[in-house]
């Protein structure tokens, strides 16, 4: 840091003595992956009353911020809420380690994943010179997620926007700020305004299986799954060579087939999970609903 950035090494030192290293956060990274949860019991988890219902008072908190972030950057306003409400309730979970404590913990007690979280390390030194604040005062999550819109210091850099134009960004305590930067996130990412998200399928045929995606990267387009067996709603509207991704659910009512859309790949870029993508456009929707016609 000091030989290519120009931290002064005293300085640094200083501050690193004053990070703690934490084994509460080695025990949450090394902790056995949960059972992975069908659909049934994942969505019942954010697709809840409280949440659509602190949902809505969000948004008409935010209103003017976030019909300005859908004007510039073309992500609806109930995505962006959706996303919050889904990574911190709103801001509520955000995180009570020290982002210092966490990305040392991990980028030198945890050999599995230290060059990540090394370079998570750095950028958040950098991002704290940048934005002029204490490094030693910013919370996060046991993995260094920071926010309402739970940034890595390396997407912060990269995609947080002071959206208020008070010279500083601040995406923990400012949520005009944390609006901004999850819709430029998106957009950077490739999202485009007006188009469709996901649409539920019908299989037919003995081959649809063979349309199923593996992993999140869209390998087939839509001609190649309409071949494969598979119809779905507005269909006629997705163009041949649209890059698709297809996947099976279990969901409470049995099996579902879904097809996801290149606006649904972006949400996976930001979690790279189909449920996780599909719970925050689910809660999309139910926020519409739920906030009716303003």
């Known amino acids: 840091m000091t030989q290519d950035y120009g931290f002064a090494s005293e300085q640094l ?7 703690e290293r934490k084994q509460a956060i080695l025990d949450a990274i090394s902790r056995p992956a949960e059972r992975v949860k069908p659909w049934k019991e994942y969505r019942p988890i954010f697709i809840t009353d409280s949440r659509i219902a602190q949902g809505v008072d969000f948004w008409r908190e ?37 982002v210092i404590d966490a990305l040392s913990t991990l980028g030198f007690d945890y050999p599995p994943r230290q060059p990540f979280f090394r370079q998570q390390l750095k950028e958040f030194l950098l991002l704290a010179r940048e934005e002029q604040v204490d490094p030693l005062t910013l919370t996060g999550s046991y993995a260094g997620a920071m926010g309402l819109p739970q940034f890595m210091p390396s997407s912060f850099r990269a995609y947080a926007v002071d959206f208020d134009a008070d010279g500083h960004i601040d995406i923990w305590k400012n949520p005009v700020d944390a609006i901004g930067s999850a819709a430029n996130y998106f957009k950077q990412h490739g999202w485009v305004a007006g188009a469709p998200v996901v649409a539920r ?27 494969l067996g598979w119809q779905w709603q507005a269909e006629t509207e997705t163009a ?24 649904f790949y972006v949400i996976t870029r930001y979690n790279r999970s189909v449920m996780y993508a599909m719970a925050v456009h689910q809660l999309a929707e139910r926020l519409i609903q739920a906030r009716g016609t303003p």
């Open 201 to 227: 399928a019908t299989v037919t045929g003995e081959r649809h299986d063979e349309g199923l995606t593996e992993g999140l990267e869209p390998v087939k387009n839509a001609a190649e799954l309409r071949e």
């Open 62 to 98: 935010n209103e003017a911020a976030l019909a300005r972030a859908e004007q510039e950057y073309g992500v609806p306003a109930e995505v962006i809420v959706a996303i919050i409400g889904v990574e911190t309730f709103y801001g509520r979970n955000t995180g009570n380690y020290r």
């Open 240 to 263: 041949d060579d649209t890059a698709v991704t297809a996947f099976r659910l279990d969901g409470a009512e049995g099996e579902e087939y879904w097809v996801g859309l290149p606006n």
């Open 13 to 19: 030192i200083e501050m690193l003595a004053q990070a």
